[in-house]
Structures are given as C-alpha cells and as structure tokens.
C-alpha cells in the first residue's frame, strides 16, 4: 500500500513570487510514478507534472519543478514567478503500475496567490 | 480534441433512491478510473478498467456500487439505495496505457447530494 501525506493544508504566496509545497510519499514498490495535480476553485482536476521514480533528474514544465529526494520519499513541488491562476488545491499522488497505475492522493495544500 | 466529460454534473436525490452516472472518456483511451472526493479531502480511488473488463475495485465500492464499462468506451457508475454518506464527488479519469505507464486525465466530476 502507499500512502501520501501534504504536511501544509494551506500556504499563501505574493504574486510573482516563488513558493514550495511539500509531499511525503511511503512505498514500498520500486517503480513508481510521482504527481502534482492542481484542482482550480470548481473547476477540475488538471495534471501539472509528472516524475518517473526512476529517473533521478527533476522534471520541470515551465514555472513548475519538483524536488524528488527518492531516499527521503520526499516529491516538493516549486511554483516560481507565481501568478494569479495558480491559486488552487494543490495534490501530490502516487501511482505504481503492479496496482494498475490507480492513484493515491495526499490531502492536498490549499495555494492562495496574492497581488 | 475534447477532455473526459461526465453527466450530470450535479445530481440531488433523497436518501433510499438511485442514481447513475456517466462518464465519456478520451476517444481511444483504453483505461478508465472512478474516484470519490469528500470535501476537502484527495480523491480516493474506487475502481478502474482496461477497455470494457473491471480489474480492480477498492474496498470503498460497497454492494451498493456498481460500475460498467460496456464495449470499453463510456462507463456508468450506480449507487442503490443512496446514504447521506454517498454525499460527495466523483471523478472520472481516463488515460492511454502504453507499455507499463500512463497519466490520467480528470473529467469535472459529478456533485452528489443525498438529502
């Protein structure tokens, strides 16, 4: 079994600015897969990267990068130059692929952008 | 290119009735997944396929639910005899397995109230 935890149930950040959200990850597979996903206020579900635990370089997609410390089972995820649209719920899952890749989500991280 | 769609998007009924729901995925998506989301929590994840058969279907699918996937394209999801406790959303998401991996795509849900 996974499991998936988001130690931050809320954080603020000033537009422009680079903020991190954290995500602590157990498992005990060897291939696994990371995620972020961003849950806009009613509106839904939007992939924001992916990382193949494999793979010891950090994905990056844009303003988004994670940091994936695979001995800590740590997945943070940075936002830099943060933007208004960013504000959203923020999810960290994990998924292996002996579960048929079903996702386990953390609790998420509420991300508030301020201008 | 259209995303995952689900109907209806919200759906009231009193407690005791039935209720279906649809989902269409992606046009050749060969997976689809069912997940649960409570207020303010991650989406949990109920059950999937690979095209039209069940693989798995977590401990949260009572007897109560039931979920289809005829010809492996849309897929439904009944509850019986609705609770109070059914009270959520339920995410659909589709993705194309190749080889051992794939990313799932989210539809914007169904909102279930049980009065």
């Known amino acids: ?115 | 290119d259209t995303g995952v769609s689900q109907d209806p998007r919200h759906k009231i009924t009193k407690r005791g009735q039935n209720v279906t729901f649809r989902c269409d995925p992606i046009s050749e998506h060969n997976r689809l997944y069912w997940y649960r989301q409570t207020l303010g929590q991650g989406p949990e994840f109920l059950t999937y396929f690979q095209n039209e058969a069940q693989l798995e279907k977590s401990r949260l699918l009572s007897d109560r639910f039931s979920a289809e996937r005829p010809k492996g394209s849309f897929s439904t999801l009944e509850i019986q005899r609705t609770e109070q406790g059914d009270s959520a959303m339920y995410l659909c998401a589709s993705s194309l397995l190749q080889g051992l991996t794939d990313t799932q795509y989210f539809g914007p849900g169904t909102r279930l109230t049980v009065l």
Do not use: H
């Not at chain 1, 291939?31 to 839904?44: A, C, G």
């Not at chain 1, 079903?102 to 952008?113: A, E, I, K, Q, S």
């Open chain 1, 1 to 115: 079994a996974q499991t998936v935890t988001q130690s931050q149930p809320e954080m603020s950040v000033q537009e422009a600015e680079t903020v991190t959200l954290s995500c602590t990850y157990d498992t005990s597979e060897n291939n696994y897969y990371l995620f972020w996903y961003k849950q806009p206020p009613s509106r839904q579900m939007i992939l924001v990267i992916r990382q193949e635990a494999y793979k010891q370089q950090n994905a990056t997609e844009n303003r988004f990068s994670v940091n994936f410390q695979k001995a800590a089972k740590s997945f943070s995820l940075k936002i830099s130059d943060s933007q208004l649209g960013d504000t959203a719920m923020y999810f960290c899952a994990s998924s292996y692929n002996n579960a048929g890749n079903m996702l386990t989500f953390g609790g998420g991280t509420r991300l508030m952008v301020k201008p």
